[in-house]
């Protein structure tokens, strides 16, 4: 079974930075795309940014500018960097990942529990 956990949550004063991490465990073999949403209690759940295997990367418009995506694969984890974040950046981040069990067949979707941000002063 794969299992997603990320970490990094926290509280920030507005103009802060975080660093989340999303680690993989269990048996598989590959990830392919590792992505983060965040979702505020009554609202959807928003994309926030993705990057696929080969370094390929996409960005919610909301974050463009200040959040970056990256992986490091020989860790099966992948970092979500925020900064200059604002009182509007506070949810509840998820990590989502589509992880191939075996090669040659289709990625499965996972997610993880996810983790508070929290920017107030």
């Known amino acids: 079974q794969v299992q997603l956990m990320e970490s990094g949550g926290g509280s920030v004063q507005p103009g802060g930075s975080l660093r989340l991490s999303c680690a993989a465990s269990?048996?598989?073999?590959?990830?392919?795309?590792i992505s983060w949403y965040r979702q505020v209690p009554g609202l959807q759940r928003e994309f926030i940014a993705a990057?696929?295997?080969?370094?390929?990367?996409a960005y919610g418009d909301s974050v463009k500018g200040r959040f970056s995506i990256s992986r490091d694969n020989a860790k099966n984890t992948g970092y979500l960097q925020m900064d200059n974040l604002k009182p509007e950046d506070s949810a509840v981040y998820y990590c989502?990942?589509?992880?191939?069990?075996?090669?040659?067949?289709?990625?499965?979707?996972?997610w993880g529990q996810g983790t508070q941000v929290t920017v107030s002063s």
């Open positions: 990057m696929a295997s080969g370094g390929g990367t």
């Open positions: 269990g048996k598989f073999y590959n990830i392919a795309t």
């Open positions: 989502y990942a589509t992880v191939r069990k075996n090669p040659g067949r289709p990625p499965g979707d996972y």
